[in-house]
């Protein structure tokens, strides 16, 4: 998972601090407000094969995560375990044989 939020942070660092910044902002609008934003970090990280796979693996949960966030865009907090799920989903992706660094991996 370590290696998925570097790659994130790395790639798409502008897009999801402004994408945080606005849910911070509006707390009970951001899903209206917010939906460009959050389609441009959605773009980019779609583009990385390692973000990929864990999207893949962990679809489920990311949905219900997203669910929960439709309906309680007024205390995004609510969904905490939601967001706890999937990221305990994504610590299990089996990410060897993918490139998730500039260094070659062993083999």
Known sequence: MQAAMDITARYCHKEMEAYGSC???NPSTWQ???DELKMKV???TSSHPVIQKI????SAEFVKFENCLRE???K???CSPH???FLGCAETVDLSGM???SVPQPS
């Open 83 to 85: 967001v706890a799920r």
């Open 23 to 25: 849910v911070a902002s």
């Open 76 to 78: 995004p907090a609510t």
């Open 72 to 74: 309680n865009q007024d």
């Open 42 to 44: 959605a773009h980019c």
């Open 55 to 58: 999207r893949q693996d962990c």
């Open 32 to 34: 209206q407000k917010c």
């Open 99 to 101: 490139a998730t660094n």
